[in-house]
Nanobody
């Protein structure tokens, strides 16, 4: 079965950086659109970034544009999220998601496969 395992979360001061990874197994990775979502306490899970199967096109939420970068390595079955200039409002559990589709979607309900999440905490 499909398994997604996130890593790289932690505690960082505002203005700092973190790099998240999501290792995928049990799937033909290059056929899957990948996304990163996050959920803060008391809030709905929201789209953060997405990347097409080839990695050529990326999409970002307005709140992270210019600060976060999503990338993938299809040879390593891994998707990454580089997070720079972190703010306290970026504090959340970050999830990676995968779906067999052509286009990236920001709708969480259209992703069939999810990781367990990794906590990111940004202190002020």
């Amino acid at each position: 079965q499909v398994q997604l395992v996130e890593s790289g979360g932690g505690l960082v001061q505002a203005g700092g950086s973190l790099a998240l990874s999501c290792a995928a197994s049990g799937l033909t990775f290059s056929l899957y659109v990948m996304g990163w979502f996050r959920q803060a306490p008391g809030k709905e899970r929201e789209f953060v970034a997405g990347i097409t199967r080839s990695g050529r096109t990326t999409y970002y939420a307005d709140s992270v544009k210019g600060r976060f970068t999503i990338s993938r390595d299809n040879a390593k079955n891994t998707v990454y999220l580089q997070m720079n200039s972190l703010k306290p409002e970026d504090t959340a559990i970050y999830y990676c998601a995968a779906d067999v589709r052509t286009l990236v979607t920001t709708n969480q309900y259209e992703y069939d496969n999810w990781g367990q999440g990794t906590q990111v905490t940004v202190s002020s």
